[in-house]
């Protein structure tokens, strides 16, 4: 992994901020993702990750943190014990200097704790990759959970994406095992990373993946864009 989303991310922070992010997946075209958005601020947020900071309680993970945003707000307004986590060493550094207290480059399923919150926003069930590996992703996170933790989790249902059919059926790539499998491509200053797998998971199917593994899923909020914030219980 070249780690081109850390380099932009550590870019900013030092200063050194001269292009975005190119992003695209193997459903849509190239987008940029400006830097800025990265280190937005709370009031900048969209109303799910308000949310989610707003009912985030007692030891927080936050898991895929990034440029630590979601991290330095409750650290720094809520006062709440927070780590965050990435695995990406250069995200990690930028975290560090933006004054997070406790920043760790590590992959979730090597990390170990006990948590009353953990947040996974931003698509944060993204980073299961495919649908097969949900129930491990989820079976995990219970062994970081305190007695009444939760987990807040944001998706987005993709299937608006696909064309319809002559019959009002959704056209779906045979190749997919479920709609929500993307491949998705990074690329910044000339550099491409190599694609990787991303999950976008629609609500009822996360519901039943948390069935499976034994947690509670409510619903909490739907977006505008076919969005949602899910809490996720023992």
Partial sequence: MKDLFGKAILDYQQGNYT?????ATSISEEDSLPLPYLFRSYPEMPEIEQTALQLSKGKVLDVGCGAGSHSLYLQNEQNLDVTAIDVSKAAIEACKLRGITNAIETNVLDFSGNFDTILLLMNGAGMCGKLKNIANFLNHLKTLLNKD????VDSSDIIY???E?????KWIPSENDYYGEL???VSYKGEHEAPFHWLYIDYNTLQNAAHACGLQCEL???GEHYDYLAKLYI
Avoid at 19 to 23: Q, S
Avoid at 165 to 169: C, L, R, S, V
């Fill in 19 to 23: 292009e975005d992010l190119v992003t």
């Fill in 149 to 152: 933790g939760q987990i807040l």
């Fill in 161 to 163: 994406m696909f064309d």
């Fill in 165 to 169: 059919d002559e019959d009002g059926g």
């Fill in 183 to 185: 491949l998705y491509y």
């Fill in 220 to 222: 909490l909020l739907e």
